[in-house]
C-alpha cells in the first residue's frame, strides 16, 4: 500500500514519521516516504486520507474479521461504552461482559480448556502463556522446566518471549534474539523442506519424530512447552497435514 515518495512537510503522512514507531517496518524507509494513513473503511474496502480505496486483504491484520462498518457492533460498543468502559481484572475484581465471553470462549473452544486468560493483543498473549508454563512447572516443584520449543518460521509476536518463539529471522535480527532455552525445529512445509519423494505423511512423522528426538537431546525434565500453530500464518498459510 506505500507508494515510494517522500511526505509532504506538515502533512498527516510527515507527522507520523515524525512521531510514531511502527512495529515490522524499516524505520530509515519510512522516514523517507511515510505511512499510508487509512481514514475509513467499510466491509473489504479502507479509504486512505487521499479518497484511495484498497481491498483490505489481511482483515486489520486478522483483527477484523467480519469487516469494517458493522452497525450492530458500533452500536453494543457504544452502549458498553457508556455504561462501563473499562474495568480491570487484578486483585480480585471483575465485571459481567469479561464473564459471559470467557464462558462463551470455553464453551466454543475446539479443545477442552478450562480458564481465560485476556490479553490485548497475541504477543502479549503468548508471553503471558510462557509465563504461565513457568509458573506452572514452578508451582509443581519442577523450575527447571523452561526450555520451550517452536518452528522455525513460525510467528507468535515481536514482545520479547513472543519474539523468541517466532522463528523469523527478522525477530531476532539486531535484538540479541531469541533469549536462551528457545529452541526451534522444522517448519511443516511439505513443499519446501520435503526429502525426494517423501510423502506428506511420512514428512509429517518424520518431524514429530524430530521434535522428539530434541526433547530427549535436550533433557525432557527441562522443555517446559512446545508452542505450534493450527495453521502457520507467517510461514506459508500452511494447514495440519490430514489425520492418518
Sequence with gaps: MSENKS?????????????????????KTHLEQGPVVVAEGEGVWVTDIHGKKYIEGMSG??????????????????????RLPYYHLTNHKSHSPVIDLAEKLLEI????????????????????AVRIVWYYWTALGQPERRKLISHRQA????????????????NHASFGLPLDGFLHITPPHHY??????ESEEDF?????????????????????AFFTEPVMGAGGVLGAPPPN
Design 155 to 170: 510467528y507468535h509476536g515481536n514482545t520479547i518471549a513472543a519474539a523468541s518463539l517466532s522463528g523469523m529471522h527478522y
Design 109 to 128: 473452544a475446539p479443545v477442552p480448556m478450562s480458564k481465560i486468560w485476556f490479553a490485548n493483543s497475541g504477543s502479549e498473549g503468548n508471553d503471558s
Design 192 to 197: 519446501r523442506f520435503a526429502d525426494p519423494g
Design 7 to 27: 511526505p509532504r512537510p506538515n502533512s498527516p503522512e510527515a507527522r507520523d514519521a515524525a512521531s510514531i514507531i511502527h512495529p515490522l517496518t524499516n524505520l
Design 204 to 224: 509429517a512423522s518424520r518431524l514429530a519424530n524430530d521434535l522428539d528426538t530434541l526433547i530427549q537431546a535436550e533433557g525432557p525434565e527441562t522443555v517446559g
Design 61 to 82: 491484520l486478522w483483527c477484523i474479521s467480519l469487516g469494517y462498518g458493522q452497525e450492530r457492533l458500533v452500536a453494543a460498543a457504544a452502549e458498553q461504552m457508556r
